[in-house]
Protein backbone atom coordinates (compact mmCIF):
# COMPACT_ATOMS: atom_id res chain seq x y z
CA UNK A 1 0.00 0.00 0.00
CA UNK A 2 2.92 2.40 0.47
CA UNK A 3 3.36 2.92 -3.21
CA UNK A 4 -0.42 3.54 -4.02
CA UNK A 5 -0.91 6.72 -5.35
CA UNK A 6 3.04 7.90 -5.58
CA UNK A 7 4.07 9.63 -8.10
CA UNK A 8 6.97 7.92 -11.32
CA UNK A 9 8.96 9.27 -13.49
CA UNK A 10 10.71 6.13 -15.55
CA UNK A 11 13.39 7.44 -18.31
CA UNK A 12 13.59 5.57 -21.29
CA UNK A 13 10.71 3.74 -20.05
CA UNK A 14 8.48 3.79 -23.69
CA UNK A 15 10.63 -0.36 -23.81
CA UNK A 16 12.67 -2.68 -22.69
CA UNK A 17 13.81 -2.68 -19.01
CA UNK A 18 12.07 1.00 -18.47
CA UNK A 19 8.82 0.14 -20.10
CA UNK A 20 8.79 -3.73 -17.51
CA UNK A 21 9.87 -1.12 -14.91
CA UNK A 22 6.98 1.12 -15.45
CA UNK A 23 4.16 -1.50 -15.94
CA UNK A 24 5.49 -3.03 -12.74
CA UNK A 25 5.17 0.25 -10.34
CA UNK A 26 2.02 0.70 -11.94
CA UNK A 27 0.76 -2.53 -10.99
CA UNK A 28 1.22 -1.22 -7.50
CA UNK A 29 -0.70 1.60 -7.88
CA UNK A 30 2.14 4.15 -8.84
CA UNK A 31 0.77 6.64 -11.16
CA UNK A 32 3.39 6.90 -14.34
CA UNK A 33 5.13 9.40 -15.98
CA UNK A 34 7.23 7.62 -19.39
CA UNK A 35 9.99 9.78 -20.97
CA UNK A 36 12.30 8.55 -23.89
CA UNK A 37 13.61 10.35 -26.77
CA UNK A 38 10.57 8.06 -28.70
CA UNK A 39 7.09 6.29 -28.33
CA UNK A 40 6.86 7.74 -24.95
CA UNK A 41 2.68 8.82 -25.36
CA UNK A 42 2.05 5.55 -27.16
CA UNK A 43 3.90 3.43 -24.38
CA UNK A 44 1.32 5.86 -21.69
CA UNK A 45 -1.58 5.08 -23.59
CA UNK A 46 -0.79 1.51 -23.50
CA UNK A 47 -0.45 1.48 -19.75
CA UNK A 48 -3.63 3.42 -19.28
CA UNK A 49 -5.95 0.96 -21.88
CA UNK A 50 -5.13 -1.06 -18.47
CA UNK A 51 -7.10 0.79 -16.29
CA UNK A 52 -3.45 2.71 -15.10
CA UNK A 53 -2.10 6.57 -14.65
CA UNK A 54 -0.14 7.49 -16.74
CA UNK A 55 1.21 10.44 -19.00
CA UNK A 56 4.32 10.04 -21.76
CA UNK A 57 7.31 13.01 -22.20
CA UNK A 58 9.22 13.09 -25.18
CA UNK A 59 12.58 14.00 -23.21
CA UNK A 60 16.47 13.34 -24.06
CA UNK A 61 18.18 12.52 -20.85
CA UNK A 62 21.63 14.36 -21.87
CA UNK A 63 18.91 17.80 -22.71
CA UNK A 64 18.81 20.02 -19.60
CA UNK A 65 15.83 21.72 -21.20
CA UNK A 66 14.25 18.69 -21.55
CA UNK A 67 14.71 17.23 -18.42
CA UNK A 68 13.37 20.17 -16.40
CA UNK A 69 10.37 19.97 -18.77
CA UNK A 70 9.92 16.69 -17.99
CA UNK A 71 9.89 17.17 -14.08
CA UNK A 72 7.84 20.08 -14.61
CA UNK A 73 4.70 18.04 -17.04
CA UNK A 74 5.02 15.30 -14.15
CA UNK A 75 3.90 18.25 -11.69
CA UNK A 76 1.59 19.37 -13.95
CA UNK A 77 -0.12 16.33 -14.51
CA UNK A 78 0.16 14.80 -10.78
CA UNK A 79 1.39 17.32 -8.43
CA UNK A 80 4.13 16.20 -7.10
CA UNK A 81 7.59 13.37 -8.04
CA UNK A 82 8.37 10.73 -5.24
CA UNK A 83 10.44 8.37 -7.33
CA UNK A 84 12.85 8.74 -10.19
CA UNK A 85 14.29 5.87 -12.19
CA UNK A 86 17.38 6.68 -14.33
CA UNK A 87 17.33 3.97 -16.92
CA UNK A 88 17.92 5.35 -20.10
CA UNK A 89 20.91 4.31 -21.47
CA UNK A 90 22.76 3.45 -24.64
CA UNK A 91 22.97 -0.13 -25.59
CA UNK A 92 23.60 -0.01 -29.16
CA UNK A 93 27.05 -0.21 -29.49
CA UNK A 94 29.63 -2.88 -31.16
CA UNK A 95 32.06 -4.40 -28.72
CA UNK A 96 35.83 -3.73 -29.59
CA UNK A 97 39.21 -2.79 -28.15
CA UNK A 98 39.13 0.39 -26.66
CA UNK A 99 41.59 2.19 -28.94
CA UNK A 100 39.36 1.90 -31.96
CA UNK A 101 36.47 4.02 -29.69
CA UNK A 102 36.12 7.90 -31.27
CA UNK A 103 36.06 10.35 -29.27
CA UNK A 104 32.50 11.13 -30.37
CA UNK A 105 31.18 7.91 -29.31
CA UNK A 106 32.69 8.26 -26.22
CA UNK A 107 30.82 11.27 -25.31
CA UNK A 108 27.89 10.24 -26.61
CA UNK A 109 27.84 7.24 -24.42
CA UNK A 110 28.84 9.75 -21.04
CA UNK A 111 25.79 12.45 -22.13
CA UNK A 112 23.09 10.04 -22.09
CA UNK A 113 24.09 7.25 -19.73
CA UNK A 114 26.02 9.72 -16.90
CA UNK A 115 25.37 13.76 -17.72
CA UNK A 116 21.58 12.31 -18.35
CA UNK A 117 21.39 10.40 -15.11
CA UNK A 118 22.61 14.29 -13.36
CA UNK A 119 20.17 16.59 -15.12
CA UNK A 120 17.23 14.07 -14.05
CA UNK A 121 18.26 14.13 -10.80
CA UNK A 122 18.99 17.91 -10.87
CA UNK A 123 15.58 18.21 -12.44
CA UNK A 124 13.48 16.76 -9.90
CA UNK A 125 15.41 17.27 -6.81
CA UNK A 126 13.43 20.54 -5.95
CA UNK A 127 9.96 18.74 -5.39
CA UNK A 128 11.47 16.12 -3.64
CA UNK A 129 13.74 18.44 -0.90
CA UNK A 130 10.52 20.36 -0.27
CA UNK A 131 8.56 17.56 0.91
CA UNK A 132 11.64 15.84 2.56
CA UNK A 133 10.99 12.80 0.94
CA UNK A 134 12.03 10.51 -2.30
CA UNK A 135 13.38 7.92 -4.00
CA UNK A 136 15.83 7.81 -6.53
CA UNK A 137 16.51 4.37 -8.49
CA UNK A 138 19.64 4.31 -11.24
CA UNK A 139 19.85 1.69 -13.36
CA UNK A 140 23.84 0.59 -13.75
CA UNK A 141 24.71 -2.60 -15.05
CA UNK A 142 27.23 -6.04 -13.44
CA UNK A 143 30.00 -4.62 -16.23
CA UNK A 144 32.15 -2.32 -14.12
CA UNK A 145 32.49 -4.77 -11.36
CA UNK A 146 33.67 -7.59 -13.66
CA UNK A 147 35.99 -5.43 -15.78
CA UNK A 148 34.53 -6.10 -18.70
CA UNK A 149 36.61 -5.48 -21.64
CA UNK A 150 35.84 -4.32 -25.11
CA UNK A 151 32.76 -1.96 -24.33
CA UNK A 152 34.95 0.18 -21.91
CA UNK A 153 32.76 3.70 -22.91
CA UNK A 154 29.78 1.54 -21.75
CA UNK A 155 31.41 -0.37 -18.83
CA UNK A 156 33.32 3.08 -17.28
CA UNK A 157 29.97 4.97 -17.58
CA UNK A 158 28.11 2.46 -15.68
CA UNK A 159 30.99 2.73 -13.56
CA UNK A 160 29.89 6.04 -12.79
CA UNK A 161 26.34 5.19 -11.69
CA UNK A 162 27.63 3.27 -8.62
CA UNK A 163 29.36 6.39 -7.68
CA UNK A 164 27.42 8.79 -8.60
CA UNK A 165 24.89 6.86 -6.20
CA UNK A 166 26.87 6.47 -3.19
CA UNK A 167 28.28 10.27 -3.53
CA UNK A 168 24.69 11.60 -4.04
CA UNK A 169 23.29 9.31 -1.57
CA UNK A 170 25.51 11.18 1.02
CA UNK A 171 24.41 14.73 -0.27
CA UNK A 172 20.63 13.88 0.51
CA UNK A 173 20.33 11.63 3.18
CA UNK A 174 19.12 14.81 5.21
CA UNK A 175 16.67 15.72 3.23
CA UNK A 176 15.20 11.64 3.02
CA UNK A 177 15.86 10.99 -0.41
CA UNK A 178 17.12 7.69 -0.47
CA UNK A 179 19.58 6.95 -3.30
CA UNK A 180 20.44 3.33 -4.59
CA UNK A 181 21.16 1.62 -8.07
CA UNK A 182 20.50 -1.88 -9.33
CA UNK A 183 23.20 -3.13 -11.25
CA UNK A 184 22.46 -6.08 -13.95
CA UNK A 185 23.54 -8.68 -16.02
CA UNK A 186 23.17 -8.66 -19.99
CA UNK A 187 19.41 -8.58 -19.62
CA UNK A 188 17.07 -9.54 -22.95
CA UNK A 189 15.60 -5.84 -23.53
CA UNK A 190 14.57 -4.40 -26.92
CA UNK A 191 17.68 -2.69 -27.45
CA UNK A 192 20.10 -5.80 -27.00
CA UNK A 193 18.12 -7.97 -29.09
CA UNK A 194 18.26 -5.45 -31.42
CA UNK A 195 22.06 -5.75 -31.05
CA UNK A 196 22.70 -8.43 -32.96
CA UNK A 197 26.69 -8.44 -32.55
CA UNK A 198 26.14 -7.87 -28.54
CA UNK A 199 23.36 -10.72 -28.49
CA UNK A 200 25.64 -13.61 -30.15
CA UNK A 201 28.60 -12.70 -28.92
CA UNK A 202 27.57 -11.81 -25.02
CA UNK A 203 24.18 -13.76 -24.27
CA UNK A 204 25.79 -17.52 -23.85
CA UNK A 205 28.90 -16.24 -22.08
CA UNK A 206 26.55 -14.63 -19.67
CA UNK A 207 24.12 -17.56 -19.47
CA UNK A 208 27.24 -20.07 -18.54
CA UNK A 209 28.75 -17.49 -15.78
CA UNK A 210 25.98 -17.39 -13.99
CA UNK A 211 24.87 -19.36 -10.97
CA UNK A 212 21.46 -19.29 -12.19
CA UNK A 213 22.13 -20.46 -16.21
CA UNK A 214 18.96 -19.08 -17.92
CA UNK A 215 18.41 -15.77 -19.99
CA UNK A 216 18.02 -12.57 -17.97
CA UNK A 217 14.82 -10.61 -18.75
CA UNK A 218 13.69 -7.30 -18.06
CA UNK A 219 10.68 -8.64 -16.06
CA UNK A 220 13.38 -9.51 -13.33
CA UNK A 221 14.53 -6.71 -12.29
CA UNK A 222 10.91 -5.35 -11.22
CA UNK A 223 11.08 -6.38 -7.78
CA UNK A 224 14.21 -5.04 -6.77
CA UNK A 225 12.88 -1.50 -7.98
CA UNK A 226 9.62 -1.97 -6.48
CA UNK A 227 11.95 -2.53 -3.51
CA UNK A 228 13.65 0.35 -3.67
CA UNK A 229 10.80 2.59 -3.99
CA UNK A 230 8.72 1.14 -1.53
CA UNK A 231 8.52 1.03 2.31
CA UNK A 232 10.73 -1.63 3.21
CA UNK A 233 13.90 -0.05 1.96
CA UNK A 234 13.35 3.44 4.29
CA UNK A 235 16.91 2.63 6.00
CA UNK A 236 18.95 1.92 2.83
CA UNK A 237 20.92 4.35 1.26
CA UNK A 238 23.82 4.40 -1.42
CA UNK A 239 23.50 0.88 -2.34
CA UNK A 240 23.91 -1.27 -5.16
CA UNK A 241 22.07 -4.42 -5.76
CA UNK A 242 23.07 -6.58 -8.39
CA UNK A 243 20.50 -8.39 -10.08
CA UNK A 244 22.54 -10.84 -12.38
CA UNK A 245 21.33 -14.22 -11.62
CA UNK A 246 24.78 -15.01 -9.72
CA UNK A 247 26.95 -13.57 -12.44
CA UNK A 248 29.20 -11.82 -9.68
CA UNK A 249 29.43 -11.96 -6.33
CA UNK A 250 31.76 -9.38 -4.01
Known amino acids: MYLK????IITGGARGIGRAIAEGLANEGVRIVIADVKGAEGAAKEIEQKGFEAIGVRA????????????????????TIDILVNNAGITSL??????????????????????????????????????????IINIASGMPFKGSPYLLHYTTSKGAVVAFTRALAKELGSDNILVNAIAPG???????????????????VSVKTRTLARDQYPEDLVGAVKFFAGSGSSFITGQTLLVDGGGYFH
Open 5 to 8: GKIA
Open 60 to 79: DVSSEQDTQRMAEDAIKAFE
Open 186 to 204: LTLSDGIMANEVVFKQLRE
Open 94 to 135: IPGPFEKISVNEWQKVMDVNVMGMFLCCRAVIGEMRKKREGR
